[in-house]
């Protein structure tokens, strides 16, 4: 049974950082396209990062300089760093798996078989 199981969530003020957590489990992830999508209340669903297999990350133009993908393979985790956050970053952030990353893959959201229960990021100015 594949989970995903995110956290690090929480309400910060603007400028400051967070580090998110998702913890998978019931497979070997490393074999794995890892992406984090965000979702506010009455907007789409957003890609924002990806981690491949081979090790390439790929980043929304949003984020790019601000948000950092990585993982720990020993402890089946992958992270997103989020940092000089802005009002705007305010949403659900969610963690999920498909067997392979694409060109793009961060604008179906659709193609990624294994999600999480998501963990809400809150910004205040």
Not at 5 to 32: K, P, Q
Not at 91 to 117: E, H
Request: with cysteine; proline share 1%.
């Amino acid at each position: 049974q594949v989970q995903l199981v995110e956290s690090g969530g929480g309400s910060v003020h603007t400028g400051g950082s967070l580090r998110l957590s998702c913890a998978a489990s019931g497979w070997t992830y490393s074999n794995y396209c890892m992406g984090w999508f965000r979702q506010a209340p009455g907007k789409d669903r957003e890609g924002v990062a990806a981690f491949d297999s081979d090790g390439s990350t790929t980043y929304a133009d949003s984020v790019k300089g601000r948000f950092t993908i990585s993982k720990d393979n020993a402890k089946n985790t992958v992270y997103l760093q989020i940092d000089r956050l802005k009002v705007e970053d305010s949403a659900m952030y969610y963690c999920a798996a498909r067997y392979t990353c694409y060109s793009g893959v961060l604008r179906y959201s659709a193609d990624f078989a294994y999600w999480g229960q998501g963990t809400q990021v809150t910004v205040a100015s």
